[in-house]
């Protein structure tokens, strides 16, 4: 019963906030996505490695094998929970691990189990703390104890998967390169009463634009120790997003991240958890907030953290540029610096480009309108200097999307992606309404003429081929919408 009123109690406020048209869209695209998952955890153990599989890989000889710390901040977990979580380590393939737990809780529950198995296994290292200092505090002290190469984070109630490790240490010197610095995993949930495994979470590889939209790394994450004690471990202001705010600095200092494409960790749901409940810990999504500010700050970029109707999803505003009033394309080329050049999607045909403006805006939508933001977000996004494309939300006729919204290394089979997805939906984990890395542009892109190095006439395949090799990102600014015309 406290369950179905906090569930009404949150759509009575955000009906209150956003109107019941938005709610009732968002409960049928978690239905509609929920019921294209029926078939989800039959799928994933068929993707899990069977015992024949993971003792193979405890034989296997790897010429790269480096010790792995799990570090685990444990509070008053739950016997059963906790043993759960420790086993989940303990019995992973890849053995030369080390798991350690720093133990903030007041009474003896969690050193009376710990101990118990640190007894059996010298892999396990526990110290129990004075008092509890907090979630990083806490996280730091495991931090303390570990000797390991690299460092994982692993909550005190969530589990990794068999074989997770091994896919991780595989995945990180894969094709003879020299070991990335950082590496995660995808993730799902867990149902801690029927024991039943749901909503997988398949991740982009490393997509920092995405990130300061909201944490999508998460879980796994592992690091390089030293650059987890370089970039100061966890900091007590950004409890509730500490993982975040470390996860930013981190990779910041990182030389290469691996996304590992495979569901090894499942975060267990209870109605305590951000899983469940996301208004459970409101103070968590401000502190995200702060966490996306300070990258910002330290990265040199400037731009206004807001919040979207999505708990933890925000929007990084960038300064824009002055308000254009004009919301058609119609008899728009030659005007405010921007040359609009028309493409045809089907054929991929090369395109003259003529004039000298500043900016050229390539669309394959001859006539169309545009919001109210449309031109002060997308000039925004691509004046940013790292920016190659900045691409806009383009909706056809039908008021459908007319192109996918797909980053690279994104591996989900339970959807042909977000091509098609009716106006006013969000999408698979609200990524139709959040800035990110593109793998291809939209149906409409401004781009910096001083990028097309002089080119006179190229097709989209060849600009993006051209911007890729420079370097040069593909970003989607989704507060840019156009709609074409009937």
Same mark, same amino acid.
């Given at each position: 019963?406290?369950?179905?009123?906090?569930?009404?109690?949150?759509?009575?406020? *955000?009906?209150?906030?956003?109107?019941?048209?938005?709610?009732?869209?968002?409960?049928?695209?978690?239905?509609?996505?929920?019921?294209?998952?029926?078939?989800?955890?039959?799928?994933?153990?068929?993707?899990?490695?069977?015992?024949?599989?993971?003792?193979?890989?405890?034989?296997?000889?790897?010429?790269?094998?480096?010790?792995?710390?799990?570090?685990?901040?444990?509070?008053?977990?739950?016997?059963? /929970?906790?043993?759960?979580?420790?086993?989940?380590?303990?019995?992973?393939?890849?053995?030369?691990?080390?798991?350690?737990?720093?133990?903030?809780? #007041?009474?003896?529950?969690? $050193?009376?189990?710990?101990?118990?198995?640190?007894?059996?296994?010298?892999?396990?290292?526990?110290?129990?703390?004075?008092?509890?200092?907090?979630?990083?505090?806490?996280?730091?002290?495991?931090?303390?104890?570990?000797?390991?190469?690299?460092?994982?984070?692993?909550?005190?109630?969530?589990?990794?998967?068999?074989?997770?490790?091994?896919?991780?240490?595989?995945?990180?010197?894969?094709?003879?390169?020299?070991?990335?610095?950082?590496?995660?995993?995808?993730?799902?949930?867990?149902?801690?009463?029927?024991?039943?495994? /749901?909503?997988?979470? *398949?991740?982009?590889?490393?997509?920092?634009?995405?990130?300061?939209?909201?944490?999508?790394?998460?879980?796994?994450?592992?690091?390089?120790?030293?650059?987890?004690?370089?970039?100061?471990? /966890?900091?007590?202001?950004?409890?509730?997003?500490?993982?975040?705010?470390?996860? %930013?600095?981190?990779?910041?200092?990182?030389?290469?991240?691996?996304?590992?494409?495979?569901?090894?960790?499942?975060?267990?749901?209870?109605?305590?958890?951000?899983?469940?409940? #996301?208004?459970?810990?409101?103070?968590?999504?401000?502190?995200?907030? $702060?966490?996306?500010?300070?990258?910002?700050?330290?990265?040199?970029?400037?731009?206004?953290?807001?919040?979207?109707?999505?708990?933890?999803?925000?929007?990084?505003?960038?300064?824009?540029?002055?308000?254009? %009033?004009?919301?058609?394309?119609?008899?728009?080329?030659?005007?405010?610096?921007?040359?609009?050049?028309?493409?045809?999607?089907?054929?991929?045909?090369?395109?003259?480009?003529?004039?000298?403006?500043?900016?050229?805006?390539?669309?394959?939508?001859?006539?169309?309108?545009?919001?109210?933001? %449309?031109?002060?977000?997308? %000039?925004?996004?691509?004046?940013?200097?790292?920016?190659?494309?900045?691409?806009?939300?383009?909706?056809?006729?039908?008021?459908?999307? +007319? +192109?996918?919204?797909?980053?690279?290394?994104?591996?989900?089979?339970? +959807?042909?992606?977000?091509?098609?997805?009716?106006?006013?939906?969000?999408?698979?984990?609200?990524?139709?309404?959040?800035?990110?890395?593109?793998?291809?542009?939209?149906?409409? /892109?401004?781009?910096?003429?001083?990028?097309?190095?002089?080119?006179?006439?190229?097709?989209?395949?060849?600009?993006?081929?051209?911007?890729?090799?420079?370097?040069?990102?593909?970003?989607?600014?989704?507060?840019?919408?156009?709609?074409?015309?009937?």
């Amino acid at each position: 019963m406290g369950t179905l009123a906090g569930l009404l109690g949150r759509a009575w406020r *955000f009906t209150r906030r956003y109107g019941a048209l938005r709610l009732y869209r968002k409960v049928k695209e978690r239905r509609d996505r929920n019921l294209a998952e029926r078939g989800y955890e039959a799928w994933l153990f068929g993707q899990l490695p069977g015992e024949e599989e993971l003792k193979k890989q405890r034989e296997e000889k790897i010429s790269f094998s480096p010790l792995i710390s799990i570090l685990v901040p444990a509070y008053e977990t739950p016997e059963v /929970f906790l043993r759960q979580m420790i086993d989940s380590v303990l019995e992973q393939s890849y053995g030369k691990l080390e798991l350690c737990i720093a133990d903030g809780s #007041p009474s003896d529950r969690v $050193r009376r189990t710990v101990e118990a198995y640190a007894r059996r296994d010298s892999r396990v290292r526990y110290r129990k703390l004075s008092e509890n200092l907090g979630i990083s505090g806490n996280t730091n002290a495991a931090l303390a104890e570990a000797s390991g190469d690299y460092v994982g984070l692993l909550d005190h109630d969530d589990l990794l998967l068999p074989g997770a490790l091994f896919e991780i240490v595989q995945a990180l010197c894969r094709d003879g390169r020299e070991p990335a610095d950082a590496a995660y995993t995808d993730e799902d949930k867990l149902d801690p009463e029927r024991g039943r495994h /749901f909503q997988p979470h *398949f991740k982009p590889d490393f997509n920092p634009e995405y990130l300061r939209s909201n944490n999508y790394i998460c879980h796994f994450f592992l690091v390089k120790r030293e650059i987890a004690l370089q970039a100061g471990g /966890f900091r007590e202001e950004f409890d509730g997003a500490q993982d975040h705010d470390f996860i %930013f600095r981190c990779t910041e200092l990182a030389r290469d991240v691996v996304h590992v494409p495979k569901v090894l960790y499942s975060w267990r749901c209870h109605a305590a958890s951000t899983a469940a409940n #996301p208004e459970s810990k409101l103070y968590a999504y401000e502190a995200g907030k $702060r966490a996306v500010a300070a990258h910002l700050l330290r990265t040199g970029r400037h731009g206004e953290l807001q919040d979207t109707e999505n708990y933890g999803f925000y929007r990084v505003k960038y300064p824009g540029s002055p308000q254009f %009033f004009r919301k058609s394309f119609e008899f728009f080329d030659g005007q405010t610096g921007v040359n609009v050049v028309y493409y045809d999607k089907a054929r991929n045909n090369s395109v003259i480009i003529s004039g000298e403006e500043e900016y050229v805006l390539f669309t394959s939508i001859r006539h169309a309108r545009v919001n109210a933001g %449309f031109w002060p977000a997308l %000039f925004a996004c691509c004046r940013r200097p790292e920016t190659g494309m900045a691409c806009a939300r383009v909706y056809g006729r039908d008021r459908r999307l +007319s +192109s996918d919204i797909r980053m690279a290394g994104v591996r989900d089979p339970f +959807s042909g992606g977000m091509k098609g997805l009716k106006e006013g939906y969000s999408g698979y984990f609200h990524r139709a309404l959040l800035q990110q890395e593109l793998e291809s542009p939209t149906d409409c /892109f401004l781009v910096r003429r001083e990028l097309l190095d002089g080119k006179r006439s190229v097709s989209v395949e060849e600009l993006c081929a051209h911007l890729k090799e420079k370097g040069y990102p593909i970003y989607y600014e989704p507060w840019a919408v156009m709609y074409e015309s009937r």
